[in-house]
């Protein structure tokens, strides 16, 4: 559940006007590589039938989709050289505003349920009209935490994982120490808090356990915009395929969504994982395992 969009980026190596995008549409689309995806979001009459009849292909139930008269959701930011921190022109929320998800039947006993970034009381409403799901995670942003955060506990008590950025986890937390802030964050409810710091990696934490996830290095890097929900797509899609939630399934689906997040670097939208190949995935997956192995002595 989460958004659909059209953004307007600007990057130190390039722009592009009304891309595709939203963390929904990025979120599913990774996802799908591994698993059946059930979309739950809001489209405006503006948004093409094109992109839909692709995330269909892609095997995407848009059954929880919702079009609206009225225009989609506009997003439109500029990153410097700093590609970990986007700068926010303008932001048009359109037929989003009123977006009130509604969870169809057929979703309702859905084992993996990802909540995007939106307000914490909608989050809320869509874990109630899940049944007995497997696992729950989350995302936020510093909005939320700073507008509604007693809100925004109660959600976090009802999920099993956060799925946030380093910025964040500092911010709810109220913690420099990024460790101090995580175990405050896992008090609120989650059993496991998922760290995104962008081209330095992951950090998966629980109670007793830290695994530390590398960032590839790239040569051709054009937009980070979605890599986050790219991210949070290849890590849900992996669990949701293997019904694994063991520390090593967890592990290695950091690493899934860590491939998937660095393809969707390499171009502007979703543009780079609309013809990716398992052949790159994989190959993709090795690249990060022969990153940080060593020897044990």
Not at 72 to 84: M, P, S, V
Not at 99 to 127: G, K, M, T, Y
Request: with cysteine.
């Amino acid at each position: 559940m989460g958004s659909m969009a059209f953004d307007s980026v600007k990057t130190p190596f390039g722009e592009r006007e009304d891309a595709i995008g939203g963390s929904a549409t990025y979120f599913s689309v990774s996802a799908s590589y591994f698993t059946d995806v059930r979309l739950v979001a809001v489209v405006g009459s503006d948004f093409p039938q094109g992109e839909l009849d692709f995330l269909a292909e892609r095997s995407v139930d848009l059954s929880g989709l919702e079009r609206s008269e009225g225009k989609t959701f506009r997003w439109k930011g500029e990153y410097g050289f700093d590609l970990n921190t986007a700068h926010t022109l303008d932001t048009q929320l359109n037929v989003f505003q009123d977006f009130r998800p509604q969870v169809p039947a057929a979703f309702s006993e859905s084992e993996f349920v990802f909540l995007a970034n939106i307000d914490p009381e909608l989050q809320v409403s869509v874990v109630e009209q899940v049944k007995s799901p497997q696992l729950v995670a989350c995302d936020t942003m510093n909005f939320w935490i700073e507008g509604k955060r007693d809100e925004l506990v109660r959600m976090f008590g009802m999920v099993d994982m956060a799925v946030i950025n380093e910025g964040e986890v500092r911010e709810l937390a109220g913690e420099s120490n990024i460790l101090k802030a995580s175990r405050k964050i896992l008090e609120m409810g989650p059993q496991t808090l998922l760290v995104k710091r962008g081209e330095y990696g992951a950090l998966l934490i629980q109670k007793d356990s830290v695994f530390s996830a590398p960032g590839l290095p790239l040569e051709d890097i054009y937009d980070p915009t979605g890599a986050g929900d790219t991210f949070a797509g290849g890590f849900m899609g992996y669990l949701s395929s293997k019904g694994d939630l063991s520390p090593g399934a967890l592990r290695r689906a950091v690493i899934f969504g860590s491939v998937m997040a660095s393809f969707n670097v390499e171009s502007f939208s979703y543009d780079r994982l609309k013809n990716l190949t398992q052949g790159e995935i994989e190959a993709r997956y090795r690249q990060f395992s022969e990153l940080a192995h060593f020897d044990r002595l």
